[in-house]
């Protein structure tokens, strides 16, 4: 694993879903109970848009991705390590879940409505990231 790992996650709750619903899954998927920074904000019809943002470091975050890993089937790690080439910018590997399939307890990857996670690791050579983000996800196989 990775020693020196930050992971960031948002989420755009609207208006119709239910905030202690993400809450509970977070807690329950991952152990992340509290810690969360809540903004509201008003969308394009004047509805209400709260956002979730939360940010994990060191022991915290290898436990979050190490749950990841676990949580996601063997077909979505191998997708994700297909395209991890596209997913990576920056020392950052870009992942997005399904929200309907989160608050069921299911962690599956998908681009649209999404919880977006970002895992950013110190990487001083650029052409390492592709290479350690592969390495960090094939624990799972």
Same mark, same amino acid.
């Given at each position: 694993?990775?020693?020196?790992?930050?992971?960031?996650?948002?989420?755009?709750?609207?208006?119709?879903?239910?905030?202690?619903?993400?809450l509970k899954?977070?807690?329950?998927?991952?152990?992340?109970?509290?810690?969360?920074?809540?903004?509201?904000?008003?969308?394009h019809f004047?509805?209400?848009?709260?956002? !979730?943002?939360?940010?994990?470091? $060191?022991? +915290?975050?290898? =436990?979050?991705? @190490?749950? #990841?890993? /676990?949580?996601?089937?063997?077909?979505?790690?191998?997708k994700l390590?297909?395209?991890?080439?596209?997913?990576?910018?920056?020392?950052? !590997?870009?992942?997005?879940?399904? $929200?309907? +399939?989160?608050? =069921?307890?299911? @962690?599956? #990857?998908? /681009?649209?409505?999404?919880?977006?996670?970002?895992?950013?690791?110190?990487?001083?050579?650029?052409?390492?990231?592709?290479?350690?983000?592969?390495?960090?996800?094939?624990?799972?196989?």
């Amino acid at each position: 694993m990775v020693d020196k790992l930050e992971v960031t996650i948002d989420v755009i709750i609207h208006a119709t879903e239910d905030i202690s619903k993400f809450l509970k899954s977070f807690e329950d998927i991952f152990e992340l109970d509290d810690g969360f920074t809540v903004n509201e904000t008003l969308g394009h019809f004047e509805n209400t848009i709260t956002i !979730l943002s939360r940010k994990i470091e $060191k022991k +915290e975050a290898q =436990k979050f991705v @190490l749950r #990841l890993i /676990e949580a996601i089937s063997k077909e979505q790690i191998i997708k994700l390590l297909e395209e991890i080439e596209e997913r990576t910018v920056d020392s950052r !590997l870009h992942i997005r879940l399904d $929200k309907q +399939e989160f608050i =069921k307890g299911n @962690l599956v #990857l998908s /681009e649209r409505d999404a919880i977006k996670v970002k895992i950013h690791t110190p990487i001083y050579n650029k052409k390492d990231t592709v290479k350690i983000f592969r390495q960090l996800f094939q624990i799972a196989n």
